[in-house]
């Protein structure tokens, strides 16, 4: 069983920048499309952000669009999201997931959340006002 580790996460004040990584021990994920989630507490989990198996034109969901920027490194088997401009309500538990085998993400949309798996135990972000 494959799984991933979440790193990067903390207390920030609103307008700060975090910058998360997920790894996948004695895995790897670079022929994967990969995605960042979130969820906060009461609310169901979504896709923040997600990227295709060879990089490309990554998708965003609309509340984090010219905020957050998706990236990886396949020579690392490292997934980031860097987070700028930090809101109280991105205020969540981050995860993030391995999805499909050579998956392709459409910038248009952010996946379904069922086409990925393998979750971490997430990080936790907080942004204070």
């Known amino acids: 069983q494959v799984h991933v580790v979440e790193s990067g996460g903390g207390l920030v004040q609103a307008g700060g920048s975090l910058r998360l990584s997920c790894t996948a021990p004695?895995?790897?994920?670079?022929?994967?499309?990969m995605g960042w989630f979130r969820q906060a507490p009461g609310q169901e989990r979504e896709c923040v952000a997600a990227i295709s198996w060879f990089g490309g034109q990554p998708s965003y969901t609309d509340s984090v669009k010219g905020r957050f920027t998706i990236s990886r490194d396949n020579d690392r088997n490292t997934l980031y999201l860097q987070m700028n401009s930090l809101k109280p309500e991105d205020t969540a538990v981050y995860y993030c997931?391995?999805?499909?085998?050579?998956?392709?993400?459409?910038?248009?949309?952010?996946?379904?959340?069922?086409?990925?798996?393998?979750w971490g135990q997430g990080t936790q972000v907080t942004v204070s006002s």
């Open positions: 004695g895995h790897t994920f670079v022929a994967n499309a």
């Open positions: 997931a391995i999805g499909p085998r050579y998956g392709i993400v459409v910038d248009t949309t952010v996946p379904r959340i069922a086409e990925y798996g393998n």
